[in-house]
Structures are given as C-alpha cells and as structure tokens.
T-cell receptor
Framework: EAQVTQNPRYLITVTGKKLTVTCSQN?????MSWYRQDPGLGLRQIYY???????DKGDVPEGYKVSRKEKRNFPLILESPSPNQTSLYFC???????????FGEGSWLTVV | SQQGEEDPQALSIQEGENATMNCSYK?????LQWYRQNSGRGLVHLIL?????REKHSGRLRVTLDTSKKSSSLLITASRAADTASYFC???????????FGKGTMLLVSP
C-alpha cells in the first residue's frame, strides 16, 4: 500500500527549540516536497527535492531546512521555531510533477 | 509563482444535487490536479488532467480543462454528505518544479 508517513502528527513546542518533522514514503518516488497550510493562505510550498541530494527552495523557505540523504526520507527541520511557524505541514511525494502527487496526513505544529 | 484560484469559495447544496467548482490559473501549465481535503486531514488526489486533455471522468467526478481560458472545472454528480470537504486545484507549469495550489472551495452537502 502506498504510504506517506509523517511524524509527529501533533506537536506543541516552545520558541527556539529545534525540531524535526520526518517524512517517509514507500513508493520509490523521486520527487518530495513540504507544504504548509494556513487559513486564508492555502497551501504554500516550503522546499522540494527532485532526487537524492537535490533540494530547492519553494515559496516560503525562510526558517526551514531540509535534507535528502535517502530516496525515501525527506525531513523538515526547524532550527529555531517561532510562533509564525505554527501551521499544518504536509509532506508530498510523486514520480515527478507530471504524475499524481501523494500527500501525508499532515503534522499540526504549534510554537508557543 | 502562478496560482490556481477556485470559485466559489464556498458552496452549500443538498444531497443528490450536482456540485460544480471552478479553477482559474494564470500561465501555461503541463498538468492540473484536483484534490479533496476533509477538515484538518491530508489531501486526497482525485484526478490529474494533462494540458492536451479536455475532459476526464472518475466515478461521479468529471473534470474539464480549457487551456484557452486557463480554467478547469470539477463536477461532482449526485452529491452525498460524505462529499463534504474542501476541494483544491493544483497546477504545475512549463519550467516550474512546483505544484501550486489555489485556496480551495469548501463544499457542504446537507442530507
């Protein structure tokens, strides 16, 4: 079964405390991406990766880092979270943009 | 970056009625995808339509694409209460490496 797994699903953290949201897929997809969803703003892309060791900025990369050391994993790193990073985060994967893009269930992150 | 814009922002209908949602975008695209999102949940892929296609069907879903008008529509026929969700269109365009979403249409289907 095709799966995109994000962890944690829910997290409340404090300003400045580094955290990592993991994303793993079992479909051998080359393309992976992170989005955040905020009321009134829709889904905005943070970073994406076209393949292992290839990452690039999306529309709202400030305050985030990513890495793609393995094909199946694409962690999102918040080095010093701030309250404006409180959001619902989605990981997405696909075999290139010309194909179906699959989304994880989302990670609710609250920074206080 | 380009963006799809859904219309209407919200739609309320009765079970059994058809629901039509529209999406407009700004620049040339390769593909357009429609997604459904139940409240606070992940996005579920519905249909992908390519720029050289005009219409696709999947069950009770019908998607059309008019590249000359830079618009797409999603029709849900014989709607059910379980269709209550937000619906998003997403585009990827020539030269872009990103899937860009509109802000969605909230559909409420009342029993």
């Amino acid at each position: 079964e095709a799966q995109v797994t994000q962890n944690p699903r829910y997290l409340i953290t404090v300003t400045g405390k580094k955290l990592t949201v993991t994303c793993s897929q079992n479909m051998n997809h080359e393309y992976m991406s992170w989005y955040r969803q905020d009321p009134g703003l829709g889904l905005r892309q943070i970073y994406y990766s076209m393949n292992v060791e290839v990452t690039d900025k999306g529309d709202v990369p400030e305050g985030y880092k990513v890495s793609r050391k393995e094909k199946r994993n694409f962690p999102l790193i918040l080095e010093s979270p701030s309250p404006n990073q409180t959001s619902l985060y989605f990981c997405a994967t696909g075999q290139g943009l010309g194909n179906t893009i699959y989304f994880g269930e989302g990670s609710w992150l609250t920074v206080v | 970056s380009q963006q799809g814009e859904e219309d209407p922002q919200a739609l309320s209908i009765q079970e059994g009625e058809n629901a039509t949602m529209n999406c407009s975008y700004k620049t040339s695209i390769n593909n357009l995808q429609w997604y459904r999102q139940n409240s606070g949940r992940g996005l579920v892929h519905l249909i992908l339509i390519r720029s050289n296609e005009r219409e696709k069907h999947s069950g009770r879903l019908r998607v059309t694409l008019d590249t000359s008008k830079k618009s797409s529509s999603l029709l849900i026929t014989a709607s059910r209460a379980a269709d209550t969700a937000s619906y998003f269109c997403a585009t990827d365009g020539t030269g872009y490496s990103t899937l860009t979403f509109g802000k969605g249409t909230m559909l409420l289907v009342s029993p």
